[in-house]
């Protein structure tokens, strides 16, 4: 069982930055593959970016690729996505999400534990 609880989402204005960071719970986060998504208001959720439960293997959606970076720290149970050059249309609600595997997914329905998002909004 992972416990997932995501903070430091805010309001920024276009071209600023924000960290996410998503603490887990449980001894066998660094058996769990992550990922972040992200659902703006009246979209369906979507794909962010997945990291491997190494670290070794990252990967993005083409939408925030080179703008975006997924980290984590076993140690410390912990994944953060820094988020650069922010655009109006990065706001949503962002989530993170464990799954019971060592490789990276996209699809939601892979991740078997999520946290309860926190807001990002950008504004222009």
């Known amino acids: 069982q992972v416990q997932l609880v995501e903070s430091g989402g805010g309001t920024v204005q276009a071209g600023g930055s924000l960290t996410l960071s998503c603490a887990a719970s449980?001894?066998?986060?660094?058996?769990?593959?992550m990922g972040w998504f992200r659902q703006a208001p009246g979209k369906e959720r979507e794909f962010v970016a997945a990291?491997?439960?190494?670290?070794?293997?990252?990967y993005y959606a083409d939408s925030v690729k080179g703008r975006f970076t997924i980290s984590r720290d076993n140690g410390k149970n912990s994944v953060h996505l820094q988020m650069n050059s922010l655009k109006p249309e990065d706001t949503a609600v962002y989530y993170c999400?464990?799954?019971?595997?060592?490789?990276?997914?996209?699809?939601?329905?892979?991740?078997?534990?999520w946290g309860q998002g926190t807001q990002v909004t950008v504004s222009s």
């Open positions: 999400a464990a799954r019971s595997g060592t490789g990276i997914a996209i699809l939601g329905a892979l991740y078997d534990y």
């Open positions: 449980g001894r066998t986060f660094s058996r769990h593959a």
């Open positions: 990291i491997s439960w190494s670290g070794g293997s990252t």
